[in-house]
């Protein structure tokens, strides 16, 4: 094994280095209460709020989805909860919820901002009050869209806002694209921060190849968020101007063109995919590592796949659009790149698992976390493959097996790895332990729980269901009941995590520095870390990943601490 270890400014492996230093939890400064929460500029409280806000949201779009499958009890318009009006509503705003207010901003604003700035030996972030800018801006948009539901009628267009629909429908559409318009300042404004911190801020001796994985996809996720949000800025101003003014942009009956949308919000809602599935691919990285107890396989072929998965990830959007009328070179180019992306993808999956090949992997809850979600992402870039071939799309495309594989993707992918994130740096952030059986106990749920929910919604689609109907017909019962009670044991799932977690920071036992045995820099400072995160700047010597118990030469098996 190569020889891999830095030196920390702090104390050695596996101990506290705050030197006494008060906790960011505690409040030194003259604010007291939530007014020293709300006022910080401290990054680590900022990722907090974001925390809150966040799984707040997520809360309430978990309920949504759970009354969306009651509607699908029985088929038929007798017996139902909600009219097809209300119907639309109901998964517009679980779209717009879970998309745009808990996985898009997710990962990097929550953990993000709490790790980044300590994983390259940094005391916050480039721009402090930036960051808070942008989480009075998250909460601001988050606010606008709330308000929409009062004026004239919850927006009825699904999360997408396809035209003309959104331009002709009689509720406040208006007002929903504008607080979706305000979250994507936050977006920026947190892409901006983080590519500063990371070209500005790195540690003396942290060379680009010498910064931890989860670094990395912060980084190649910052690029998108800097340059596709514009994008859809843009666009959502161009529906708002077509409402208010008349102006036929996107309207065919005022001389509009509806498939130009179609471009425009793809060019940006591609690139989002990769926003929600590029900071979890990073802490996978992270995970695998430390509980393998290896150093991560081809850390520079991952490191690149990252800025890879980026870059390509502008090129396809057009697979969403192989039946609104595109030419065959179009389609042909398309469905190319789209079988392009999955090649980087591929190698950090390969890289995971050559990884924990012959490594001395500790079964603890993280752990099995990632597992399922290289399972269940798996599963969703397989499902993938057919929407990007043309031949099988054009039978798929708008059926329930898009929501299948698009839930595979995002939840099954990005939420299930950001659940495991949380519980592989719950004890450094909170300074306290969860219950591990629990934990274990509640992934369970979960895991059978997603798969009774969308699986068949995956076979449902095959079979030839529309998505976005409120009503079937009777052949599709059976399944939609299988997916119905599946949303119950995931729920069951949710709630045992949230109240284990909950209780862990009320009442659980003192977390040690370094519970895991991790090698990043955020291993050698206390936990919860100390409000500046180190007393020294640390000076990097070596890459990120070692690990003391594996074979490697006796001067590199604990940090040099100065």
């Given at each position: 094994m190569s020889d891999v270890a830095f030196a920390a400014g702090g104390a050695p492996h596996g101990h506290s280095s705050n030197g006494g230093a008060h906790s960011y939890l505690e409040n030194t400064g003259k604010r007291k209460g939530i007014l020293s929460w709300i006022l910080s500029t401290d990054h680590k409280r900022i990722g907090i709020l974001y925390l809150i806000s966040i799984f707040s949201f997520f809360a309430v779009g978990v309920v949504l989805g759970v009354l969306m499958r009651l509607e699908m009890l029985v088929p038929g318009p007798t017996g139902k909860i909600f009219n097809a009006q209300e119907y639309n509503a109901l998964f517009t705003l679980h779209g717009v919820i879970m998309v745009f207010l808990f996985v898009v901003p997710g990962i990097p604003a929550t953990l993000g901002n709490f790790f980044l700035p300590i994983q390259i030996g940094a005391k916050d972030v480039a721009f402090p009050?930036?960051?808070?800018?942008?989480?009075?801006?998250?909460?601001?948009?988050?606010?606008?869209?709330?308000?929409?539901?009062?004026?004239?009628?919850?927006?009825?267009?699904?999360?997408?806002?396809?035209?003309?629909?959104?331009?002709?429908?009689?509720?406040?559409?208006?007002?929903?694209?504008?607080?979706?318009?305000?979250?994507?300042?936050?977006?920026?404004?947190?892409?901006?921060?983080?590519?500063?911190?990371?070209?500005?801020?790195?540690?003396?001796?942290?060379?680009?190849?010498?910064?931890?994985?989860?670094?990395?996809?912060?980084?190649?996720?910052?690029?998108?968020?800097?340059?596709?949000?514009?994008?859809?800025?843009?666009?959502?101003?161009?529906?708002?101007?077509?409402?208010?003014?008349?102006?036929?942009?996107?309207?065919?009956?005022?001389?509009?063109?509806?498939?130009?949308?179609?471009?425009?919000?793809?060019?940006?809602?591609?690139?989002?995919?990769?926003?929600?599935?590029?900071?979890?691919?990073?802490?996978?990285?992270?995970?695998?590592?430390?509980?393998?107890?290896?150093?991560?396989?081809?850390?520079?072929?991952?490191?690149?796949?990252?800025?890879?998965?980026?870059?390509?990830?502008?090129?396809?959007?057009?697979?969403?659009?192989?039946?609104?009328?595109?030419?065959?070179?179009?389609?042909?180019?398309?469905?190319?790149?789209?079988?392009?992306?999955?090649?980087?993808?591929?190698?950090?999956?390969?890289?995971?698992?050559?990884?924990?090949?012959?490594?001395?992997?500790?079964?603890?809850?993280?752990?099995?976390?990632?597992?399922?979600?290289?399972?269940?992402?798996?599963?969703?870039?397989?499902?993938?493959?057919?929407?990007?071939?043309?031949a099988t799309d054009v039978h798929l495309t708008g059926t329930y097996f898009v929501v299948g594989h698009f839930h595979y993707i995002i939840f099954g992918g990005a939420v299930f790895i950001f659940f495991g994130a949380l519980h592989y740096w719950f004890p450094k952030m909170f300074g306290r332990m969860y219950n591990k059986k629990a934990a274990n106990i509640s992934l369970g749920f979960l895991f059978v729980g997603f798969n009774m929910l969308y699986f068949p919604m995956l076979l449902l689609g095959y079979e030839g269901m529309p998505r976005r109907y409120f009503s079937y017909l009777p052949q599709y019962e059976t399944l939609q009941h299988v997916s119905m009670v599946g949303s119950w044991v995931l729920v069951i799932g949710l709630t045992i995590m949230f109240w284990n977690l909950i209780r862990g920071i009320r009442k659980g036992e003192k977390a040690p520095a370094n519970p895991w045995g991790g090698t990043t820099l955020e291993w050698t400072i206390a936990s919860p870390p100390p409000t500046e995160n180190f007393e020294e700047i640390p000076v990097i010597t070596h890459e990120p990943y070692y690990h003391p118990d594996a074979e490697m030469p006796e001067e590199h098996a604990v940090p040099v601490a100065k």
């Open positions: 009050r930036l960051n808070l800018l942008s989480w009075y801006l998250y909460i601001t948009g988050a606010a606008i869209i709330l308000v929409s539901l009062f004026m004239h009628g919850l927006p009825d267009t699904g999360w997408t806002f396809y035209v003309p629909y959104s331009i002709r429908t009689g509720t406040d559409v208006t007002t929903a694209v504008f607080g979706v318009f305000v979250l994507g300042f936050s977006s920026i404004l947190t892409g901006m921060n983080f590519l500063t911190t990371i070209h500005r801020m790195r540690a003396p001796g942290m060379s680009w190849f010498k910064m931890p994985l989860f670094v990395w996809a912060l980084y190649a996720t910052a690029w998108i968020q800097v340059i596709a949000t514009p994008v859809l800025a843009i666009t959502l101003l161009l529906i708002i101007i077509e409402r208010v003014f008349s102006v036929g942009i996107f309207d065919p009956a005022k001389g509009g063109d509806p498939v130009l949308y179609q471009h425009m919000f793809w060019v940006y809602s591609h690139p989002a995919v990769y926003i929600m599935i590029l900071p979890p691919m990073g802490v996978v990285s992270e995970i695998v590592s430390t509980f393998s107890h290896r150093t991560v396989f081809g850390y520079k072929a991952v490191a690149i796949s990252s800025l890879a998965i980026a870059f390509i990830g502008y090129l396809v959007w057009g697979h969403h659009m192989f039946v609104a009328g595109e030419t065959e070179t179009a389609q042909f180019a398309f469905s190319l790149l789209t079988f392009l992306v999955a090649i980087p993808s591929g190698i950090k999956v390969f890289n995971w698992v050559a990884t924990m090949y012959k490594g001395s992997i500790d079964l603890q809850p993280p752990f099995l976390f990632l597992m399922a979600f290289i399972m269940l992402f798996a599963i969703g870039g397989l499902t993938g493959l057919f929407l990007g071939s043309v």
